[in-house]
C-alpha cells in the first residue's frame, strides 16, 4: 500500500478519461457557475473549476454578481437556468451572503443539475441508495481509498464532522451495499463525548471538521488509514499563508499505513468529479444512462 494517498495522479486520471468521453460522445457540457460577492478563497475556486472546465472541453459559464444582489434575484436567475436546456449543470459557489436561506435556495435548483448535490431530493437518493447526483467531496474519498485499493468493507470508519455536504452523506454512502462500501460507521462532531476513544477504534478516520491540525498522534489507532478533508489557511511561523488540513500530519505520519496530504489530497480530486457530475447530468438529459457505479469502474478500471 502507497503511505501518501496523493490525489494528483488520480485528478489526472478522472480527467483524462472525461475528456475522453466528452470527446467520443461529441459533447460540451455547460456549466453555470455562479458566485455571490467577491470572497476571495471562493474567487481561487472559482478560477480552477473555470481552468479545468476548459482542459476538458467543458463550457464553463460564470455568473458573478455583487454582494448586494438578493435572495430574490438569486432565485430568477436559478428559475431561468433550470429550464434552459443548453445547461447541463448548476453549481453555486459558497459561501453564500448570510441573509440567503441556503435551504430554500437548494430546494430552487432543478434536481437534474444539482450537480453540488445540495437538493433534499438528491441528498435523500443518497439514503435510499438510488443513482444519482452525489456531492463531489465524499466521492472524491470514495475514489482514493478505491485508487489505492483500501479495503473498506467490515471496517470501522469514524468520520468526524457531520455537515450536510461532507459528513453526512459520506456516512450513508460507506453504508451502501457495495464493494467499495459495506463499513460500520461511526460520525463524531462538536457534542461528541471521549472523542479520542472513538477515533482510536478507526480503521480508517476521516476528519471533516475545519479545524487547523486537530487530529494528533494520541487520538489515531496504529496502522490505520487517515483521510484529511480539511482544507485551513493558517500563518506559519514565517507569516505566510499555508493550507493544513484537519489532521497533524507530521504527528501523526509514522503511525499509520497511510494518511492524505493537505494541499493535494481529497482536494485535488473533488473538481475534477465536480465534471464527473456534469457529464453524467448530460448524459442524463441525453437519456443516457451511467450509473455512479459504471462511472467509477470505467475511470479506474478500464
Ligand atoms: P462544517 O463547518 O459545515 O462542519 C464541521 C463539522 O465538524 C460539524 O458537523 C461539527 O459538529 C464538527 N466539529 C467541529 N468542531 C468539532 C470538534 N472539536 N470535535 C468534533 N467535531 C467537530 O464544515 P464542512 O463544510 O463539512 O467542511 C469541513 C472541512 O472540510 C473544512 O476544513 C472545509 O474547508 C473542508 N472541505 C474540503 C473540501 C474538499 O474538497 N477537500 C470540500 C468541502 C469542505
Known amino acids: 500500500m502507497e503511505k501518501i494517498l496523493s490525489g494528483k495522479p488520480l485528478a489526472k486520471l478522472i480527467q483524462s478519461k472525461i475528456k475522453f468521453l466528452i470527446a467520443q460522445e461529441g459533447i460540451q457540457p455547460k456549466m453555470l457557475l455562479i458566485q455571490v460577492g467577491e470572497d476571495p478563497a471562493s474567487s481561487y475556486y472559482v478560477q480552477n473549476i ?3 472546465g476548459n482542459k476538458l472541453g467543458c463550457e464553463v459559464l460564470y455568473n458573478q454578481y455583487p454582494a448586494n444582489f438578493t435572495p430574490e434575484d438569486l432565485l ?3 428559475d431561468y437556468a ?3 436546456p443548453s445547461i447541463n449543470g448548476i453549481m453555486l ?3 453564500l451572503p448570510p441573509s440567503f436561506d441556503e435551504l430554500k435556495i437548494a430546494e430552487s ?3 437534474q443539475k444539482d450537480i453540488d448535490c445540495l437538493h433534499p431530493i438528491n441528498l435523500g437518493h443518497i439514503i435510499l441508495e438510488k443513482d444519482g447526483l452525489v456531492p463531489c467531496t465524499p466521492l472524491a474519498v470514495i475514489y482514493i481509498l478505491r485508487y489505492y485499493k483500501i479495503e473498506v468493507e467490515g471496517k470501522h470508519i469514524v468520520i468526524i464532522g457531520r455537515s450536510s455536504i461532507v459528513g453526512k452523506p459520506l456516512a450513508n454512502m460507506f453504508l451502501w451495499k457495495k464493494p467499495y462500501a459495506n463499513a460500520t460507521v461511526t460520525v ?3 457534542r461528541t463525548k471521549n472523542l479520542k476513544d472513538i477515533t482510536c477504534s478507526a480503521d480508517i478516520l476521516i476528519a471533516a471538521l475545519g479545524k487547523p491540525s486537530f487530529v494528533k498522534e494520541e487520538m489515531i489507532k496504529p496502522e490505520s488509514v487517515l483521510i484529511d478533508v480539511g482544507i485551513n489557511q493558517i500563518t506559519d511561523k514565517d507569516g505566510n499563508q499555508i493550507y493544513v488540513g484537519d489532521i497533524d500530519y507530521n504527528s501523526c505520519f509514522d503511525k499509520v499505513n497511510a494518511i492524505t496530504p493537505v494541499p493535494g489530497g481529497i482536494g485535488s480530486v473533488t473538481t475534477s468529479l465536480l465534471f464527473l457530475n456534469l457529464l453524467k447530468a448530460c448524459f442524463t438529459a441525453r437519456h443516457i444512462n451511467k ?5 467509477l469502474n470505467y475511470i479506474l478500471f478500464e
Not at 450509473?291 to 462511472?295: E, G, Q, V
Open 50 to 52: 473555470i481552468n479545468i
Open 76 to 78: 430568477t436567475v436559478l
Open 188 to 190: 463524531c462532531h462538536s
Open 93 to 95: 459557489q459558497k459561501p
Open 109 to 111: 435548483i432543478n434536481p
Open 82 to 84: 433550470n429550464t434552459d
Open 291 to 295: 450509473s455512479i457505479d459504471d462511472f
